[in-house]
């Protein structure tokens, strides 16, 4: 056991082995140890903020879901009154049109009666002209004469 | 070169394979062994680092590069666990001791004698495979850390470490009039607590690895060196302790890691006021 020279080549042979093994094996094993843990730590914190985001993304869904069935359910009620709207309008219409074709029609009816009858009566006046005529030109008695003049009457008016 | 003379028993086997440049200074000589295990060791680690550096991928890691990811990252986290500050020096320096002393440490698992017979072959007397069993290495790492903190010391926190020096512990003690006679008490305390830590940093590591040694030799002679029942026992209880030795040289490598760690970052603790 002795120090001598041979410390000093250890001491030269140590520091230079130190130095080599910095820039040759662990500094570039270091380098990319720390490039790959920190790849990594980028991963996970991407993969984080794509759960959140998708979390985030879930609960707008969710909102704007709720949201549109609200707003379907009042467009639905809104179109189930304005359908009863128009159905109640197109009723009405339908009902005064109908009353008014009925009014026409009535009126026509009876403006037809009144024209019947007008004609009827011109026509009745007309076969008592000529009945009148048969009378006085035939001479009949008195007794055929009444009787003729009935039932031409009750021929004539039977109708009216 | 000169060679040392080959003694019979254990201590014949704790010789170095030794070059001596001055007979009269006993620091002028070099461990070959120990120089030659380094170097090979140093070299195999850095020739793998350019290999793995043109393999390394950016996906999925597989095999080697696998395997060292999990080295740096367990290092990585151990300076991170105990240090306050970023330093980009710390880290490499602390995956380096580790890895360099747990490589030369786990040569100790091969037979007692294999590597020296071998090395006989070629004519050297003397070959001790385990660099971290001579105190050369362990006190060059230590030293090399030791400076390293004093270096941070006077760079981050320079006038409190100055003070540190003189006024702790006694000063704040006594009277006013009597501080300036135990600033070099406190100087001397301080100093034999500074050189205690690449010190024991050092002895701790030596001393185990040295310990596991001399063990492998001790049942290496006891057991093999005996009849057939002896030498199976021996074997099986050598491969026992391998196993064992194994455990402690990681064990060590972490141990020098770790405080390495803790004393850099004592030197990069903020000053409290």
Redesign the interface.
């Known amino acids: 056991m002795s120090i001598d020279l041979t410390f000093i080549g250890q001491i030269v042979v140590f520091l230079a082995l130190v130095y080599l093994m910095r820039k040759h094996l662990f500094g570039p094993m270091s380098e990319l140890m720390a490039a790959r843990a920190q790849k990594i730590a980028d991963g996970l914190a991407a993969a984080d903020a794509g759960t959140q985001a998708r979390a985030v993304a879930e609960a707008e869904i969710a909102e704007q879901m709720k949201e549109a069935r609200v707003k379907a359910s009042e467009i639905l009620a809104s179109a189930e009154k304005r359908a009863a709207e128009i159905n109640e309008e197109a009723l009405l219409k339908a009902r005064t049109e109908g009353e008014g074709i009925v009014d026409a029609a009535r009126e026509e009816i009876s403006a037809e009666l009144g024209r019947a009858r007008q004609a009827l009566r011109e026509e009745v006046a007309d076969i008592a002209m000529l009945a009148a005529e048969r009378v006085v030109e035939t001479e009949l008695d008195a007794k055929r004469h009444a009787e003729l003049i009935d039932g031409i009457v009750s021929t004539g008016f039977g109708n009216a | 070169m000169a060679e040392q003379g080959h003694e019979g028993g254990i201590a014949g086997h704790l010789h170095y394979w030794t070059i001596k ?1 001055d007979e009269s200074n ?6 070959l062994d ?2 030659l295990v ?2 090979i060791v ?1 070299t195999g ?2 020739v ?3 290999w ?2 043109g393999k ?1 991928v ?1 996906g999925a890691p597989a095999g080697a ?1 696998n395997f ?2 999990s080295v ?2 367990f290092v ?1 986290d151990t300076v991170k666990d105990n240090f306050p500050v970023h330093n980009p ?1 710390i ?3 602390a ?2 001791i580790f ?2 002393i747990a490589l030369i440490n786990t040569i100790d698992v091969l037979p007692a004698f294999m590597i020296g017979d071998i090395a006989h072959l070629f004519g050297v007397p003397h070959f001790r495979p385990v ?1 971290t069993n ?4 362990p ?3 230590a ?2 850390v030791f400076v390293l903190v004093l270096y941070y010391e006077f760079k981050l926190k320079p006038v409190h470490f100055c003070k540190e020096l003189l006024m702790d512990p006694f000063t704040n003690l006594v009277p006013g009039f009597l501080k300036p006679f135990v600033m070099p008490i406190n100087l001397i305390l301080k100093l034999v607590e500074e050189i205690a830590k690449p010190l024991s940093l050092s002895f701790r590591l ?1 001393g185990n690895m ?1 310990a596991g040694e001399v063990i492998f030799l001790l049942i290496a002679f006891l057991l093999l060196s005996g009849g057939p029942v002896s030498m199976v026992a021996g074997f099986f209880v050598g491969l026992g302790w391998s196993m064992f030795h194994l455990f402690i040289g990681l064990l060590q490598a972490f141990i020098f890691m770790i405080l390495t760690v803790v004393y850099l970052s004592i030197a990069h603790q903020p000053v409290e006021h």
Do not use: C, R, Y
């Open positions: 440049l006993p620091f002028m000589q070099i461990h120990t120089m380094t170097l140093a680690m850095f793998f680092a350019l793995l550096k390394l950016d590069q060292m990811e740096v990252g990585e020096l880290a490499p320096l995956f380096t890895v360099f660099a001579d105190l050369n290495l006190a060059a790492m030293v090399s030596f040295f």
